[in-house]
C-alpha cells in the first residue's frame, strides 16, 4: 500500500525489501484523536535510509495547518535521529504524506508554503516541502 500512495519518482527508487515499522509516534497527545502517524524504514536501491512518514487523518474535514503539523513532526523525526546517529554526516530523506478518509473533499494545497504569507519572489529561497494526499 506504501508504494502505491508514494509519488512514482519514490517508489521507483525503493529497494525490493519491505519497508520496517519504527517505533514511537510524534503526534502531539492533544490531537491524537485526529490523528496517527506510522514512520517507516526503507532502503533505495542505491542503499541509502528513507523514512516515509505518514500522517493519518481521522477529522471529520480537512486541517488547514496540517503543514505546521507535517514540519512539527519531520523535526521531532530529525531531533531523534540525532540521538540515535549521534555522529551523523547527512540526515536521512523523510517523505511525508497524508492519508486523509474524511467526507469532505480534500483541497488543502500539499506544500508548506501554502501557510507562508511571503512575496512570490521569495519562494525559491523560503522553507518549503511537499508531500502526497
Known sequence: MLRERLPKAVGK??????????DGTFVDEEL????TDRIFKARTISGRVALLYCLIGHKSSPERRIAWQML????R???QWER?????????????????????EWQIPGEFLALV?????????????????
Open 84 to 104: 540515535e546517529h549521534p555522529d551523523w554526516t547527512l540526515l536521512p530523506a523523510i517523505i511525508p504524506f497524508v492519508f486523509y478518509h474524511g467526507e469532505q
Open 77 to 79: 523525526i530529525l531531533e
Open 13 to 22: 527508487l525503493l529497494s525490493p525489501e519491505p519497508p520496517e515499522l519504527v
Open 72 to 75: 512539527r513532526y519531520i523535526m
Open 32 to 35: 491524537r484523536a485526529h490523528l
Open 117 to 133: 504569507d511571503a512575496e512570490e519572489e521569495w519562494r525559491p529561497i523560503l522553507l518549503n516541502f511537499r508531500w502526497e494526499c
